[in-house]
């Protein structure tokens, strides 16, 4: 069972160099960390204020961050959902062309 572990997560490094994010997903991942961090925090305040403890502040933020490094630190597929489509080599002009 370990062995099968080890393997899929070999294989799925060893693909990794093409699921890489692409730049639209960067801004997805950029804005999803950003609104999540804003939303767990405004919320963490409000209920914060009302119970007059500003430790909840500080345990809404926390599960806030693990939500968001739980969605923003992997690369997902939905993050590579536009692949940037790069150019062919072009000659180098400095070789000789016989």
């Known amino acids: 069972s370990n062995c099968a572990v080890r393997d899929y997560y070999q294989f799925k490094l060893s693909k990794q160099q ?3 994010m692409d730049y639209e997903g960067q801004k997805l991942c950029e804005d999803l960390f950003f609104y999540i961090i804003i939303l767990f925090g405004a919320i963490g305040w ?3 204020y009302i ?3 500003f430790v909840y502040v500080f345990y809404a933020w926390s ?3 693990v939500i968001s490094v739980i969605l923003c630190v992997p690369d997902w597929p939905f993050f590579n959902r536009h692949p940037v489509k790069w150019l062919e080599s072009v000659p180098d002009r400095r070789t ?3």
């Open 63 to 65: 599960v806030g961050m």
């Open 18 to 20: 093409y699921n890489t």
């Open 96 to 98: 000789k062309q016989s």
């Open 51 to 53: 119970e007059q403890d």
């Open 46 to 48: 409000v209920y914060g």
